[in-house]
């Protein structure tokens, strides 16, 4: 279930990040995974929401879209919202979602403006993404008539912050925990994580399935946790599809669990402060991510 609602969201999303190379093969890919139940995920900053309007045109489909720190102040996230709704072609977003928080802006002003949006009907509901615990209690004491339903946060056999307090909250809570870049930027294949991807090979090879699927088996066999890899073919939607279906063993999965020495620091970690102390960074990233698409 999405948070304490009875929305059923299906455990596996497709991410949009840096899509819209080869839209053809991208729009072909999205669908096929529609086609199979996953959800699909984009962002006013990701510069692919007219890619996922074209995708979901005339199907049915659960869509996460995400409205940009320095859109924030009220009549910004009306705007932002409406914005995204004439991109994707659509009457209402399933879910919405805060891209990061921005301590510029009072979080009850902004809260405002998405409890305001559901209840016009233009979403449904209400999400945040890279929220601290700190963060997300504040945000969710600031509204009145509402509910967060998710936070969505890296999240893979890596990157582990969220482990102990936040994922502990969000369980307790009943905060659905989306997981972007399960598979860590492709961190997994590198020669110095060998000894981890050898480990998911072997637990795979049990299965017949690859360390791939083992991964994202893991993350979704979690309690409140969702996945959103973004695949750019329907080849490898296939792959990431062959992660559901089955299970890991619990001797399997306390493996993976215990397997931290390789964890490293979150991108969310690393420039946390920058990212959290202003939105005016957002401004720049959606530019500088237009300008390189236009160059690709």
């Known amino acids: 279930m999405l948070g304490r609602t009875r929305e059923k969201l299906p455990v596996l999303g497709l991410g949009t990040w840096y899509l819209n190379v080869r839209p053809n093969e991208e729009i072909r890919a999205l669908r096929y995974g529609l086609g199979k139940g996953a959800f699909i995920d984009t962002a006013e900053m990701y510069g692919t929401e007219e890619l996922v309007g074209t995708v979901i045109e005339g199907r049915k489909a659960f869509v996460a879209t995400k409205v940009s720190p320095h859109h924030f102040r009220r009549d910004d996230v009306i705007r932002a919202c409406d914005a995204s709704l004439k991109r994707l072609g659509v009457r209402r977003i399933d879910l919405y979602q805060l891209h990061w928080p921005n301590r510029r802006v009072p979080i009850s002003e902004t809260m405002s403006a998405m409890e305001r949006l559901v209840d016009d009907g233009k979403i449904r509901h209400i999400g945040v993404s890279n929220f601290s615990v700190g963060e997300l209690r504040e945000a969710q004491e600031s509204m009145k008539r509402h509910e967060i339903v998710s936070n969505q946060v890296e999240y893979n056999p890596l990157v582990r912050d969220i482990e102990g307090e936040l994922l502990g909250f969000c369980k307790k809570n009943k905060v659905t925990v989306i997981a972007y870049s399960p598979l860590g930027h492709g961190g997994l294949l590198k020669d110095k994580f ?15 399935k690859s360390g791939v699927q083992v991964a994202l088996n893991w993350l979704i066999s979690k309690r409140q946790v969702v996945a959103i890899p973004k695949a750019s073919t329907v080849e490898h939607v296939k792959e990431i599809l062959g992660s559901i279906g089955w299970s890991l063993s619990k001797k399997e999965a306390e493996a993976i669990d215990d397997a931290r020495d390789y964890s490293v620091v979150s991108l969310e970690r690393k420039l946390g402060f920058v990212l959290k102390s202003n939105g ?17």
């Open 194 to 208: 060998s000894g981890l991807m050898d480990m998911l090979d072997g637990i795979g090879a049990k299965h017949g």
């Open 280 to 296: 005016a960074w957002a401004g720049l990233a959606t530019k500088g991510y237009s300008k390189n698409k236009e160059t690709r």
